[in-house]
């Protein structure tokens, strides 16, 4: 099957920044859609940043201008650049691939990663 890997999570300090990094591994054919959710304790799950493979971007209002969202469509990755971290981007931040089409199986797919832990605090 399909595994998404995160990698870039901890702790920071407020105005800093963190580079998130998702891989996805398996039998896949193309990927749509990836992106960036985030839950904080207490809330609901959000998105914070899509991309799909022509390049197209999505962020949520409160990141926009502080995050950047690329990808590797060869490679499967995307990555999350944050700038200008505040203390409520404290969440754990899900990779999400949507629009996954599988050497194996026919369909799209969508899949998460296990999450990421980013603590912005002083």
């Known amino acids: 099957q399909v595994q998404l890997v995160e990698s870039g999570g901890g702790l920071v300090q407020p105005g800093g920044s963190l580079r998130l990094s998702c891989a996805a591994s398996?039998?896949?054919?193309?990927?749509?859609?990836m992106g960036w959710y985030r839950q904080a304790p207490g809330k609901q799950r959000e998105l914070v940043a899509t991309?799909?493979?022509?390049?197209?971007?999505d962020y949520a209002h409160s990141v926009k201008g502080r995050f950047t969202i690329s990808r590797d469509n060869a490679k499967n990755t995307v990555s999350l650049q944050m700038n200008s971290l505040k203390p409520e981007d404290t969440a754990v931040y899900y990779c999400?691939?949507?629009?996954?089409?599988?050497?194996?199986?026919?369909?799209?797919?969508?899949?998460w990663g296990q999450g990421t832990q980013v603590t912005v605090s002083s």
């Open positions: 398996g039998s896949i054919f193309s990927i749509h859609t």
């Open positions: 999400n691939a949507e629009g996954v089409l599988l050497y194996t199986s026919l369909g799209a797919h969508e899949y």
């Open positions: 991309i799909t493979t022509d390049g197209s971007t």
